[in-house]
Nanobody, 124 residues
């Protein structure tokens, strides 16, 4: 599976953005997808994940209530809706997938398919 993230940009604190992850490949719906971010000078951090059907999701505590992950398997898309953005959300955001038929994971090392990142900058 191939993934391509888009939708990043510059936004003021309190603002919102919607990231998109376009997938390709015949079996896109067989893959869980996660969003991982990397802030300047920091390691990559798992943010949220969604299982193959979209019925199960997980969020890290710092984004609960502000971020929403969803997917459309017909369109082969995964979305990350972000509201009430904070300067500490500034990072390059990547969409990634673990091996086929695996569930999402909070461990970045479990993701083997990566899209190019999209930069989100939140100004204070």
């Amino acid at each position: 599976v191939q993934l391509q993230a888009s939708g990043g940009g510059l936004v003021q604190a309190g603002g919102s953005l919607r990231l998109s992850c376009a997938g390709s490949g015949l079996m896109f719906s067989s893959y869980a997808v996660g969003w991982v971010r990397q802030a300047p000078g920091k390691e990559r951090e798992f943010v949220t994940g969604i299982n193959w059907s979209g019925k199960n999701t997980f969020y890290i505590d710092s984004v609960k209530g502000r971020f929403t992950i969803s997917r459309d398997n017909v369109k082969k898309m995964v979305y990350l809706e972000m509201i009430s953005l904070k300067p500490e959300d500034t990072a390059v955001y990547y969409c990634a997938a673990p091996p086929r038929y695996s569930d999402y994971s909070a461990s970045v090392q479990d993701y083997i398919y990566w899209g190019q990142g999209t930069l989100v900058t939140v100004s204070s």
